[in-house]
């Protein structure tokens, strides 16, 4: 199993552009999350998944958009980056039955807008 | 407002040396409290959980504490090694059929040779 994967590593993006983030994973999770990690501050929940077609704003949505149309994938997409979206994502899953907090992450994307 | 506060917000000490972390929380109604480690430029990954009847729970040289009663988790890590660099991350659920967590900021753990 990869577990959960991201995709780009890495992306340098410019005021106004927009770009889709992939996470995918193959553990027939559920529960999907989008989290982003700034430096001085705890993980920050954008949006989640509860299952195939759904989605729901987290903490901090303004600005992101995600769509869940296969199980095993979920995206973010930025409409019209800022420079305060520079940070890095982590994408996360989860089992049903399991607890909130037993989630399984990916590597991370960073993302730096300038 | 639920927080998770923890400290030190980094720690350097010598290979072979034990250290413990603190996590202090206000979240509420408390559910569980789960340690992460996430390594540089990686995912957390889980250490271990704890719920509100367990007060000790070990994984290996790790050792997590919890005081629900004063709202406080430690993890001691014994005989630590060059592996253990990290930054351990406090996370906190509440009892509210909800999907959030409350992450603590983070521990950053340096062992040197």
């Known amino acids: 199993n990869a577990g959960v994967t991201q995709t780009p590593k890495f992306r340098v993006l410019k005021t106004g552009q927009s770009m889709t983030l992939l996470c995918a994973q193959d553990?027939?999770?559920?529960?999907m999350y989008w989290y982003r990690q700034d430096p001085g501050m705890g993980l920050r929940l954008i949006h989640y998944s509860v299952g195939e077609g759904t989605t729901a704003k987290g903490e901090v949505p303004d600005g992101y958009n995600v769509s869940r149309l296969k199980k095993q994938n979920f995206l973010l997409g930025l409409e019209s980056a800022a420079p305060s979206q520079t940070s890095v994502y982590f994408c996360a899953s989860r089992p049903p039955g399991r607890p909130v907090e037993t989630q399984y992450f990916g590597p991370g994307t960073r993302l730096l807008v300038l | 407002k639920n927080q998770v506060e923890q400290s030190p917000q980094s720690l350097i000490i010598l290979e072979g040396k034990n250290c413990t972390l603190q996590?202090?929380?206000?979240?509420?109604?408390?559910?569980?409290l789960r340690w992460y480690k996430q390594d540089t430029g990686r995912g957390p990954v889980s250490l271990t959980i704890m719920t509100f009847s367990e007060n000790t729970k070990s994984n290996g040289r790790y050792t997590a504490t919890l005081d629900a009663d004063t709202k406080q988790s430690s993890l001691h890590i014994t005989a630590s090694q060059l592996s253990d660099s990290a930054s351990y991350i406090c996370?906190?659920?509440?009892?509210?059929?909800?999907?959030?967590?409350?992450f603590g900021t983070g521990t950053r753990l340096t062992i040197i040779p």
């Open positions: 553990m027939n999770h559920e529960y």
């Open positions: 996590c202090n929380y206000t979240v509420s109604p408390f559910s569980n």
């Open positions: 996370v906190v659920s509440a009892m509210l059929g909800n999907e959030k967590l409350t």
